[in-house]
């Protein structure tokens, strides 16, 4: 309720993980694929997955299967990309589930839209969000907080933000999720230390509902389509609109708009 993109979702936790003896917390992969399972059958939707952890690639097949399992149910997934950037080889593609093509990976970033240092990167990275000294609830105690740094940071910005867009459009399939998510992403703002391969996307959040609009856009941009019908993200375009959330659809050619239609 105080923290968080997305702050009035229900979140239902599913644990996979545990703390050893020597104090550090082991995920062991048939309790992440059980607790996979156990969303697909029970989730309750529209709903989102984010899934702040790290396997070896040995396990991709597993990974796989159940990931798309989820994604087939209308269940969009969100992957941490891994904290190996320190490391001699930090590229994303080494591990599961940030490697599948089904599940939205997530870089972390400082708040001078940098890499953070420890954010793994690479191809297998689809965006980038806010990573470095986020305060969230801990589980301590209903009112305990934390500040953490990582990807397991970054990723639930963008399971927030997916959840937003599942907000004004429950209908829609994981796939729409990422296309909204990627054209509302802010291009070419962050520094070169993203790494090699990394796309220049940095997670771009809208908090408000737009209101009535006044002008023409210049031209036809930052387009997706669902259901037989265009949307158009009329901020980035311009407009101010009426339409339920950030998006806009359009039945004409770019001259012929009069103003901004609502589509629900």
């Known amino acids: 309720k105080t923290y968080g993109v997305a702050r009035k979702t229900i979140i239902h936790a599913v644990k996979v993980c545990e703390k050893t003896s020597n104090g550090l917390w082991a995920c062991p992969v048939g309790q992440v694929l059980a607790a996979l399972q156990w969303i697909a059958e029970n989730a309750e939707k529209p709903a989102v997955i984010n899934l702040s952890i790290e396997n070896d690639n040995v396990h991709y097949a597993e990974y796989k299967e159940e990931v798309q399992k ?7 997934v969100v992957a941490a990309a891994g904290n190996d950037g320190l490391k001699p080889d930090p590229d994303a593609c080494r591990q599961v589930p940030a490697k599948l093509a089904s599940a939205i990976t997530v870089g972390a970033t400082t ?76 291009d070419g703002k962050l520094s070169n230390s993203i790494g090699a391969g990394s796309p220049n996307k940095l997670l771009y959040v ?22 037989g019908k265009t949307y158009t993200d009329c901020a980035r375009d311009g407009w101010l609109t009426w339409a339920r959330g950030p998006w806009c659809c359009h039945d004409a050619a770019c001259g012929d708009w009069s103003r901004c239609k609502t589509c629900k």
């Open 206 to 227: 809208l908090d408000t509902l737009c209101v009535e609009g006044y002008r023409r856009p210049k031209q036809c941009v930052h387009q997706f389509s669902h259901a």
């Open 70 to 76: 989820l994604v087939s149910r209308g269940i969009t």
């Open 111 to 186: 708040q001078r839209d940098e890499r953070y240092s420890k954010s793994s990167w690479g191809s297998c990275v689809d965006i980038w969000a806010p990573g470095q000294d986020i305060m969230s609830a801990h589980f301590d105690s209903d009112s305990a907080t934390v500040m953490w740094s990582g990807t397991s940071m970054a990723a639930p910005h963008v399971a927030g933000a997916a959840a937003q867009v599942l907000q004004w459009y429950p209908g829609i399939t994981p796939g729409s999720v990422r296309s909204v998510l990627l054209f509302r992403a802010t």
